[in-house]
């Protein structure tokens, strides 16, 4: 068996001069080979987040493989500050054609990973790198933002934890003196092990912690853009799938006809396969806020009048195995996971609970789920 060589603490610079940290995991041997690049902001040296979630990069190297696991601009080992999702594309550029001039490397390159992992792979497809070669990416998003706010309502519960989390780190990066350190890291664990109770404060912007714009500074970004703001439209495949050799993606959605008695409503919706023996699995969801559905900010209801909507859900690929149902839930809120809405006029993520009112939803038939097959569409 060919032994394994790990080059620890490597290092690149980016365009921009932001140094990079990688682990290096290849053949020992003095060959070049093909390389799989993992880039990460949840700490390289991790061996669960690094080697479960995909694959284990020393099972890669024992098969001929170069593994580059690199920790992202503004995380752990790497230099800068991190502007989320949106360095990806050039960092992503940078880093394949980093690895391609190692002297390890046959100049095939190929990127891979889940989550945000996926999205790094994503963006650094869209940068189309000339040794790039191939791309694996699993549950993850090609567009930031229909992750942050699905429909226009704010992905709250998620990432209220998930920024909570993240905060760790750059507390850790932060220039405060340590009891300062030690009292806002215990505000951190406070909050994370009562999340709902955390989440449930208006305004948003008002959280504890991730209010702070030096702990959290992507928090308040999200907060701050509207839908259809410029900072949304960045370059991502989600725009431009002609970035891709061969796009595959598996897209389903639901349309409704609905009416309320406030100008603004929620719709959330979760398609389920429904197992022979009742489980109910969780396929694919999404959720749209009325205001935004036309790709404004102020597209509101009128009292009684019905609208047909668009829900996109997630995308996703899935088999519904013969003998199983397929059920379509739909709901007005789904809090504390989305942001509630006020059923006002006001922005949800900026309104006080003095601003929110009730209101009744009624939906219309004929509704719709749309499925989309390779080759075929199933209505």
Same mark, same amino acid.
């Given at each position: 068996?060919?032994?394994?060589?790990?080059?620890?603490?490597?290092?690149?610079?980016?365009?921009? =001069?932001?140094?990079?940290?990688?682990?290096?995991?290849?053949?020992?041997?003095?060959?070049?080979?093909?390389?799989?690049?993992?880039?990460?902001?949840?700490?390289?040296?991790?061996?669960?987040?690094?080697?479960?979630?995909?694959?284990?990069?020393?099972?890669?190297?024992?098969?001929?493989?170069?593994?580059?696991?690199?920790?992202?601009?503004?995380?752990?080992?790497?230099?800068?500050?991190?502007?989320?999702?949106?360095?990806?594309?050039?960092?992503?550029?940078?880093?394949?054609?980093?690895?391609?001039?190692?002297?390890?490397?046959?100049?095939?390159?190929?990127?891979?990973?889940?989550?945000?992992?996926?999205?790094?792979?994503?963006?650094?497809?869209?940068?189309?790198?000339? !040794?790039?070669?191939?791309?694996?990416?699993?549950?993850?998003?090609?567009?930031?933002?229909?992750?942050?706010?699905?429909?226009?309502?704010?992905?709250?519960?998620?990432?209220?934890?998930?920024?909570?989390?993240?905060?760790?780190?750059?507390?850790?990066?932060?220039?405060?003196?340590?009891?300062?350190?030690?009292?806002?890291? =215990?505000?951190?664990?406070?909050?994370?092990?009562?999340?709902?109770?955390?989440?449930?404060?208006?305004?948003?912007?008002?959280?504890?912690?991730?209010?702070?714009?030096?702990?959290?500074?992507?928090?308040?970004?999200?907060?701050?853009?509207?839908?259809?703001?410029?900072?949304?439209?960045?370059?991502?495949?989600?725009?431009?799938?002609?970035?891709?050799?061969?796009?595959?993606?598996?897209?389903?959605?639901?349309?409704?006809?609905?009416?309320?008695?406030?100008?603004?409503?929620?719709?959330?919706?979760?398609?389920?396969?429904?197992?022979?023996?009742?489980?109910?699995?969780?396929?694919?969801?999404?959720?749209?806020?009325?205001?935004?559905?036309?790709?404004?900010?102020?597209?509101?209801?009128?009292?009684?009048?019905?609208?047909?909507?668009?829900?996109?859900?997630?995308?996703?690929?899935?088999?519904?195995?013969?003998?199983?149902?397929?059920?379509?839930?739909?709901?007005?809120?789904?809090?504390?996971?989305?942001?509630?809405?006020? !059923?006002?006029?006001?922005?949800?993520?900026?309104?006080?609970?003095?601003?929110?009112?009730?209101?009744?939803?009624?939906?219309?038939?004929?509704?719709?789920?749309?499925? !989309?097959?390779?080759?075929?569409?199933?209505?």
């Amino acid at each position: 068996m060919v032994g394994l060589i790990v080059d620890t603490d490597s290092r690149m610079t980016t365009r921009d =001069g932001v140094p990079l940290a990688a682990d290096v995991y290849r053949p020992a041997d003095d060959a070049c080979h093909p390389v799989l690049l993992h880039r990460t902001p949840y700490d390289r040296t991790n061996p669960t987040l690094v080697s479960a979630l995909v694959a284990d990069p020393v099972w890669l190297a024992r098969r001929g493989y170069a593994v580059v696991v690199q920790d992202v601009r503004g995380r752990f080992g790497s230099g800068g500050e991190i502007d989320f999702f949106h360095q990806e594309l050039d960092d992503g550029y940078d880093a394949v054609e980093w690895a391609a001039a190692q002297p390890w490397s046959d100049g095939n390159i190929g990127s891979y990973g889940s989550s945000y992992h996926a999205m790094t792979t994503f963006q650094a497809v869209a940068a189309r790198p000339p !040794h790039l070669r191939a791309a694996l990416a699993m549950v993850g998003a090609t567009d930031l933002a229909p992750t942050v706010r699905p429909g226009g309502l704010f992905e709250l519960g998620f990432l209220a934890t998930y920024a909570l989390s993240h905060s760790v780190e750059a507390l850790r990066r932060a220039d405060l003196p340590g009891d300062e350190r030690a009292a806002v890291l =215990g505000r951190i664990a406070t909050a994370l092990a009562d999340p709902v109770s955390a989440v449930t404060r208006l305004p948003l912007t008002g959280l504890d912690v991730l209010g702070d714009r030096a702990i959290a500074p992507f928090w308040s970004e999200w907060l701050d853009h509207e839908p259809g703001d410029p900072y949304w439209h960045r370059p991502t495949l989600a725009e431009h799938p002609d970035r891709v050799d061969v796009p595959l993606l598996q897209v389903v959605a639901f349309r409704d006809f609905m009416s309320s008695t406030a100008p603004d409503a929620d719709v959330c919706a979760t398609l389920v396969d429904i197992e022979p023996d009742g489980f109910a699995a969780g396929v694919s969801e999404g959720a749209l806020r009325t205001r935004y559905r036309s790709g404004g900010v102020a597209d509101w209801l009128a009292p009684g009048v019905v609208v047909e909507l668009a829900v996109p859900l997630h995308q996703t690929a899935h088999t519904f195995r013969v003998g199983h149902r397929v059920r379509l839930e739909i709901a007005g809120a789904n809090f504390p996971r989305l942001s509630r809405n006020l !059923h006002t006029t006001v922005v949800p993520e900026r309104g006080t609970e003095a601003d929110a009112v009730i209101a009744e939803h009624t939906v219309h038939r004929p509704s719709r789920l749309v499925l !989309h097959t390779v080759g075929r569409q199933l209505t």
